[in-house]
């Protein structure tokens, strides 16, 4: 497929490009996009309306192709992870959640992640590459259509493998892809993206697209966040808050924020903790997701008692905070979150972000 471009990646006003540029009409990308997204369809000879000769160019110059599927493990409860292949070789993973009324994907950015959280096993193994926007695209792809008995994705988070505002672009054009009417027609509500915190890139975020915003905060002051969360020294909480606060009056703060908290026991889970957080919080709109723990090979951490989540989420909810705690889901496959590892093939290990150039 040498100089032949995948067009699974491409939005609305990309394919538009592709067809003006190749002598075509424009509306033939609303067809494309229909065709790919809506019906699964990749191969152009079965896109009945298009006519034999555009058929005949577009294979002659295109082609529609998602990463593959190396293994699929699937949990008791029916979390089901898959190891992803992208066209480098390298894997990586995607988690489906189900329940009652929706089905959740979580969503890889990245292979692996250079920003080296201390919780995260993903941050344990290095990073390697940016996914393409075919390939972030491609898993909810995968997800609605390699599947057919499972019922449609209702909700996306970007809280798989890698920090998503490192890859900023591929990131927002595969967004533009899932709230589109003639694709997956998903709300700004179904798709949220998750960042440990990139300053620059949160304040460029609502002039390129409408999403809900999560931050891995983890941490209530800059000493502790500094150690478990190192991106933060180069950009510290307040300039953190500085832009949520920023992103929220863009809506003329009509919404909220979710704020991480991953709850670790002995460093981040003491009343004291709890305390400071919620004065750190206290002038902004936002709910609290508490997250207990999940081990991994290689680390030390260990998940607090329930005794302890309990106590901490009960002081947050007296402090008048909308606060819920993450049931752990999928662990027996090594798919909950910050256990997703994927096998990389050239991971670059002990460079933090703050020295990368992508954040530059």
Known sequence: MQNKVNLLGHSLESLEDFFLVNNE???RAKQLLKWIHQKG??????MTDFNKDLRKKLNSIAYIQPPTISEEHVSKEGTIKYLIQLDSGSMVEMVEIPEKKRRTLCIS???????????????????EQNLESHE??????????????????TNI???????PLLNFNPVIESAKIMKHQLAYGLSRKRITISTSGIVPKIEELFDKIDVSLAISLHAPDDELRDEIVPINNKYPIKNLLKA???????YENKRSITIEYVLIENVNDSIEHAKKLSKLL???????????????????????TNKKIKLFKDYLMNKGFITTLRITRGDEVDGACGQLVGNLSNSI???HLISHKSIQ
């Open 41 to 46: 369809i990749l191969d152009f000879n079965l």
């Open 244 to 250: 949520c606060k920023d992103y929220l009056n863009h």
């Open 109 to 127: 950015s990245q292979a692996g992640c250079a920003l080296q959280c201390t919780f995260c096993a993903t941050g344990a193994q290095g990073f």
């Open 25 to 27: 009409s424009k509306f």
């Open 157 to 163: 988070v970007f809280m798989g493998m890698g920090e």
């Open 136 to 153: 972030i695209i491609g898993q909810l792809w995968l997800s609605n259509f390699h599947n057919k008995h499972n019922k449609p994705i």
């Open 282 to 304: 206290s002038s902004m709109s936002c709910k609290i997701n508490l997250i207990p723990f999940n081990s991994f090979k290689g680390s030390n951490y260990r998940r607090p």
């Open 349 to 351: 290990k002990g460079k």
